[in-house]
T-cell receptor, first 114, second 113 residues
């Protein structure tokens, strides 16, 4: 069975450019999460969706960040314009239900903004 | 609010050594507790969990016991292998906070042959 699929795995871009990260959750999972991981701040929850609806976006750092989930099998995280401090590994995760259930993570998208 | 505190890393051990990674938590309700592991270049994956006090989670030789009296969930393994080298994250989920996972800062473990 396919796990959570993220693309691209690596992206290098210049400051000011738009970045779009993509995620395909595990089929049948009703929750989708976007996390950011950096050495300085560790693992941060940016936003999560339930049945394609954003539930909590309080972790989104600023208006330059936006996330959408147009259907149950696809989500995007967009940064426009990108800045060097956005450099991080961005993880998508999905789960069936929330709480004591297991989160399944993708392999991450490593973003470098020059 | 909820929080998870892990022992500072990095931790370096020789193969077959005993491992303990400390984890303590603060929660407003009765959380479920988890250990996730992140191998190099990969996403996190669930290692073990415990959903109520005195429960012991175990997997791949790792164990952790949910201690409500000390608000702890320490990870242990009797004999580590080189392949256990990874970052380990303690986490909790509390229904009073919408049941989202709150992660600790992670502990880097390196096992040398």
């Amino acid at each position: 069975d396919a796990g959570v699929i993220q693309s691209p795995r690596h992206e290098v871009t210049e400051m000011g450019q738009e970045v779009t990260l993509r995620c395909k959750p595990i089929s049948g999972h009703d929750y989708l999460f976007w996390y950011r991981q950096t050495m300085m701040r560790g693992l941060e929850l940016l936003i999560y969706f339930n049945n394609n609806v954003p539930i909590d976006d309080s972790g989104m750092p600023e208006d330059r960040f936006s996330a959408k989930m147009p259907n149950a099998s696809f989500s995007t995280l967009k940064i426009q314009p990108s800045e060097p401090r956005d450099s991080a590994v961005y993880f998508c995760a999905s789960s069936l239900g929330i709480g004591a259930g297991e989160l399944f993570f993708g392999e991450g998208s490593r973003l470098t903004v020059l | 609010g909820n929080s998870v505190t892990q022992m500072e890393g990095p931790v370096t051990l020789s193969e077959e050594a005993f491992l303990t990674i400390n984890c303590t938590y603060t929660a407003t309700g009765y959380p479920s507790l988890f250990w996730y592991v992140q191998y190099p270049g990969e996403g996190l994956q669930l290692l073990l969990k415990a959903t109520k006090a005195d429960d012991k989670g175990s997997n791949k030789g790792f164990e952790a016991t949910y201690r409500k009296e000390t608000t702890s969930f320490h990870l242990e393994k009797g004999s580590v292998q080189v392949s256990d080298s990874a970052v380990y994250f303690c986490a909790l989920s509390d229904r009073n906070s919408g049941s989202r996972l709150t992660f600790g800062e992670g502990t880097q473990l390196t096992v040398n042959p």
